[in-house]
Structures are given as structure tokens and as C-alpha cells.
């Protein structure tokens, strides 16, 4: 589905991404983990369009993405839960998850979909009139991918969904990822929490420093000595 051959990104003089290749393939979740800095949002924000690589290619569902401009990809099948949650703060729940249906006419389903996102995130049910700007961190979190749901995306692209959590939240989030991914929609996971992003996972890519330093099944990952002793705290 998402085919990522060689890129190079870089921030003015900074060589941010090194050379990277990788795929999803359709209902997968591949997780990219590594340590701060390492490249992992950058490299999300390559694929969504925000960013554009020096060099190399990404084709998405069989299509060049080179000539697509950011608002392009959720008309395309992309959608994207950016880090730090960035909720429109001064709408509403129920506004905020209309917005991520932009894309779409077919208010029916639309309105199926709102019910879902209300299934999986019943607080948000709760505070549909409320601003999102005064939710906590976990609630915007919940309806920052509950607005992503909300385009009906073929691929979802979650960047740190559980930075700044409470440990229970974390939790909680993670539940709802295995749900979605149940539901067959592929998932490309940025995260910090390696232990949790490799459960979830089906595959994953370690970086550091900008390149990928080691690829694989999540599970053989989280048995590996030199990534429990790097990223498990084993």
C-alpha cells in the first residue's frame, strides 16, 4: 500500500533522514520506534506531504505522491494524527470530528461513522458540545483520532498518540489501536513507548539518527536483546 524508496530529508543543512526504504502493506500496523530525534516525525511528515524529501520516491496505493500537495492525501486515502494532538481548540468535539469529514458527501455514513468514533471514545459522546480546548490531553487525544476516523482513511498515520499520557490512558489508547486495526484499516505508528508500539505492531523499523538500523517481525524485535537493552528498558 505505502512503498517508501530512499529518501533523503533535510532541514536547510541538517541531513535529518538518511537513505530510508520501507513498505505497508494493507492491513498492517508497522511501527517506526526509535529515541528522540531520530527522525521518526519527520519521517511521517514525508509521507503526509507536509515535507518533501531531497531525493527518493513514495508511491501510495500504486501512485507517485511527488506532484500531491498536503490536502491532496486525505482525498487519496491518508490521514494523518499529528503530534501533540492539534485539535481546532476552539470547536467543539462534534465540530472538530465534522472537520475531519470534510472530504466526504455521503452524510449518511457520516453520521455511522460519528457513532463509531462515539464507540470507541465514549467521553467524547459525553462532551460533544464542549470546546476542545478544554479537554484534557487524553480526550484531545481520543478526538484527534477520532477526526482522523472520521475521513474513513485507508491508511492512518499516528505520530506519539501516547506522549504526555497517564500510564492507564496509554493503555487505553493502545486497546483502541488494536480495535481500529481489527477493523482491517492499515496503520503506519510513530512512538516513543517501544514496548507498547510492538505489541500492537505486526512489523517494525528501528531508527536512530536518521537511518534504519534494524527491521523486522514485532515480536522477534521485542526479543531481541539489543532492543530491549536500547528501548525496553531490559
Known sequence: ?????????????????????????????????????AGKTTILKTVSKLMDPTTGTITFDGKSLSKMAPHDMVYAGMAHVPEGRRVFSKMSVEE???MGAYSRKDKIAMKQD???????FPRLKE??????????GGEQQMLAIGRALMSRPKLLLMDEPSMGLAPLLVQEIFNIIQTI????????????NANQALQVADRAYVLETGKIIKSGHANELLEDDTIKKAYLGG
Open 1 to 37: 500500500m505505502l512503498k517508501v524508496e530512499h529518501i533523503d530529508v533535510h532541514y536547510g543543512n541538517i541531513h535529518a533522514i538518511k537513505d530510508i526504504s520501507f513498505e505497508v502493506k494493507e492491513g498492517e500496523v508497522v511501527t517506526l520506534i526509535g529515541a528522540n530525534g
Open 96 to 98: 472538530n470530528l465534522q
Open 181 to 192: 486495526k481489527a477493523t482491517g484499516t492499515t496503520i503506519l505508528l510513530v512512538e516513543q
Open 114 to 120: 460519528l457513532e463509531m468514533v462515539f464507540g470507541y
Open 127 to 136: 462532551r460533544m458540545s464542549q470546546a476542545a480546548g478544554t479537554l484534557s
